[in-house]
């Protein structure tokens, strides 16, 4: 599964963090994701591949980029 993140999301995880938090921001993009508890502001780092299994729903919205999309003819 391909994870669409971008800086400053808010996602929420499967698990409680210990602090009693689901949420977590987004707070740095490449090979490991970086993550900050909303509750206690503790700082993570994980792999892509563990954050797709830990991650439950990304709670940002996110506009689609189809808007300026023309069909071929």
């Known amino acids: ?20 938090s689901y949420e977590w921001t987004v707070t740095r993009l490449g090979a490991d994701i970086g993550l900050e508890c909303k509750g206690c502001g503790r700082r ?9 299994k830990r991650l439950k729903t990304n709670l940002t919205k996110h506009e ?4 300026g999309q023309q069909p071929n003819s």
């Open 1 to 20: 599964m391909l994870l669409d993140l971008q800086l400053n999301d808010h996602l929420r995880l499967r698990k409680q963090h210990p602090c009693g």
């Open 64 to 67: 689609e980029e189809q808007h």
């Open 44 to 52: 993570v780092m994980l792999t892509r591949r563990e954050l797709a």
